[in-house]
């Protein structure tokens, strides 16, 4: 059954939401969430709203920004150029009820349910359960800037009581199209094939809690595609000034300049540091372990998959190498912390590349006597 079906099953049966999530989103074996209503170029990242949350947070901390604004701009140029590059219909009318592949888009994400409030000098339309505030702002200004063919300022505001509401005033600036943007490493890219069907562990105690908002094993997901996250990176670096909090000096980016290296530190150490707060039980016995651990840290979540292992020296030390990161930042950053917590100290994570192909060293922070 292809997404389209799914669409039109789930509009008569919206019961079914449990399933035409897992029809659109597909588990391949490089460790990534593919997005079967593009094509299987588009991966994403299924991480827990507080997850995001706490990394978000720890991002503006270390990195002494409040970066809130530029996430929710990079939400709006990112579902503008999905609208544009094709697969994505743009919404049409000023009745929100009325998106229905817009919403069915939201809800297989699990981003939320948004109605319109009122439609006069100002529009103002409300997001109830948001997955995130600034991410649901943009993407609600995109669509109703593809509804109206005009372009609008947006302020956002929320509470408990009335959920997020986004006020839209027209503007007559001149905003270009957005343009493609491409990560910096390689991928495995079209050699990988989906998950078997048998093995779908990633999807069990899937629970659709309401319109908009799915659990699993209890937690609430979303998916967020890279190219969202790619579009906020470079939302950020302009005005990144070094790292304010944290271990900075814990990371090692090869190639990457003084702004971009910034931020690709701060975003792993708040991933590193949200990891080790969960008090996962991680046990490396061989580097062949790290298999296993890869998988059930990261490709899980869609953020990627290792495809060697190698032990680099007698206390821990390992390089891995990746077959596709969702972002290596994020990615070295929960690695980081399983090697934290298997060995009960700090450690420090070096990215390097092998013929644009990522390869990660995780090794102890300080230098062990022998």
């Not at 901390?61 to 140029?77: D, M, N, P, Y």
Request: one cysteine or more; charged letters at 25%.
């Amino acid at each position: 059954m292809g997404f389209m079906e799914s669409i039109r099953n789930f509009l008569s049966t919206p019961s079914s939401l449990e399933e035409v999530v897992k029809e659109r989103w597909k588990a391949f074996d490089d460790g990534t969430y593919r997005d079967l209503s593009r094509d299987y170029n588009e991966i994403a990242w299924r991480v827990g709203g507080g997850w995001f949350e706490s990394w978000f947070q720890g991002l503006e901390q270390r990195t002494g920004q409040s970066l809130g604004r530029r996430l929710a701009h990079a939400a709006v140029e990112h579902e503008e150029y999905m609208m544009g590059s094709g697969g994505w219909d743009a919404p049409s009318g000023r009745d929100p009820a009325s998106w229905s592949r817009t919403i069915l888009r939201w809800e297989t994400s699990g981003l939320g349910k948004f109605r319109l409030l009122e439609d006069g000098d100002e529009t103002r339309i409300v997001v109830e359960q948001p997955a995130s505030g600034p991410i649901c702002s943009g993407l609600i200004t995109a669509a109703w800037e593809g509804a109206t063919s005009k372009r609008h300022r947006f302020l956002w505001s929320e509470s408990a009581g009335e959920g997020l509401v986004i006020t839209l005033t027209q503007d007559d600036v001149q905003i270009p199209t957005p343009k493609s943007l491409s990560p910096a490493w390689k991928d495995q890219g079209l050699g990988a094939g989906m998950m078997p069907e048998s093995s779908d562990e990633m999807w069990l105690d899937l629970r659709n809690d309401s319109l908009g908002q799915w659990s699993i094993r209890g937690e609430r997901k979303m998916f967020l595609h890279r190219d969202l996250i790619l579009r906020f990176e470079e939302y950020c670096l302009p005005y990144l000034g070094g790292i304010h909090e944290g271990r900075d000096e814990d990371y090692t980016w090869d190639g990457l300049d003084e702004k971009r290296s910034a931020w690709w530190t701060a975003a792993a150490d708040s991933a590193r540091e949200r990891f080790v707060a969960e008090g996962h039980h991680v046990l490396v016995r061989e580097s062949s372990d790290w298999a296993s651990i890869a998988r059930r840290h990261l490709s899980y979540h869609g953020l990627g998959g290792i495809e060697s292992m190698k032990q680099i020296d007698d206390y821990g030390g390992v390089s891995l190498g990746f077959c596709t990161a969702f972002h290596p930042a994020i990615a070295s950053g929960v690695l980081l912390g399983c090697w934290e917590r298997a060995y009960g100290r700090n450690g420090r994570a070096s990215i390097s590349y092998e013929g644009g192909r990522v390869t990660l060293d995780l090794l102890s922070s300080r230098e062990i006597a022998a």
